[in-house]
């Protein structure tokens, strides 16, 4: 087994379990993350913790063996870790990351496309990729611009940098970062946070802001309309206005 599933409520907790490849990402455990995160808002998922077992988050691909050149390249990208990706991304409900130790190739696009991402304070982000004569992939170019700025994603990534937790929550790059020992509990509390907000609500706004950077106005405004709309039909838009009328907290259900 590649990668351990635990449900406790509405909170599904993932946790990467290849310790001694540093929980690099093979095929079995690839495809195990996709079907998860595309079955949870089927399953009534509300929000998901993922995290890794032994001294690293993820160090990346395991590519047992060198890739095919060529086109064949693409073919083995565009079902592998640009699928994964498009997973993670599109998941409907929120995601936390949890790091400690590395966190290298596709395990950055792991920890940084999740929703929230805590780390230990001694934990880095190597984005080691230019060091190997590859391509930075699953969509790194896209996502680090927008969140640390141009010019500090162009030195990350064309120096292939090793950057420090602390550092990369002072930028922006993750949410925060906390003590070793606090990781588990603080990512928990997190995850759990998430779980008692309107599902439907978070999952649209996920979808919003990551259609944002790619339609223009009108567009964007036609989706915001069709969304609320959407949601104006489940249980938790109906009891969000009567808690605010009603000058009381809200009970979420999901639905």
């Known amino acids: 087994m590649t990668l351990q599933r635990t449900r406790d409520g509405a909170v599904l907790h993932l946790t990467l379990d290849r310790p001694d490849q540093y929980n690099a990402i093979n095929a079995e455990l690839r495809n195990a993350l996709i079907d998860e995160f595309d079955a ?79 780390a230990a304070g001694d934990a880095s982000f190597f984005a080691a990729f230019v060091r190997r004569g590859i391509l930075p992939d699953g969509a790194i170019c896209r996502m680090l611009p927008r969140m640390i700025g141009f010019d500090r994603a162009r030195r990350f990534l064309l120096l292939g940098q090793k950057m420090p937790a602390t550092e990369a929550a002072a930028i922006g790059m993750i949410a925060e970062t906390v003590a070793p020992d606090a990781l588990a509990a603080r990512a928990r509390a997190v995850t759990e946070e998430f779980a008692a907000l309107p599902t439907r609500a978070v999952g649209q706004t996920k979808l919003l802001l990551a259609r944002s950077f790619e339609v223009d106005l009108d567009t964007l405004l036609h989706e915001e309309r069709s969304a609320q ?27």
């Open 229 to 255: 709309a959407l949601l104006s039909t489940t249980d938790d838009f109906r009891e969000g206005i009567a808690a605010f009328m009603e000058k009381r907290e809200p009970r979420y259900t999901g639905n």
């Open 40 to 118: 949870a808002d089927g399953a009534g998922v509300r929000a998901i913790l993922l995290d890794g077992t032994g001294r690293g988050f993820c160090a990346g691909i395991d590519l047992g063996s060198p890739p095919p050149p060529g086109i064949a390249t693409m073919t083995l990208m565009q079902g592998s870790t640009q699928r994964l990706v498009r997973s993670i991304v599109a998941c409907p409900v929120p995601i936390v990351a949890a790091v400690h130790g590395t966190c290298a190739g596709i395990g950055l696009t792991l920890a940084l496309a999740a929703d929230y991402c805590v």
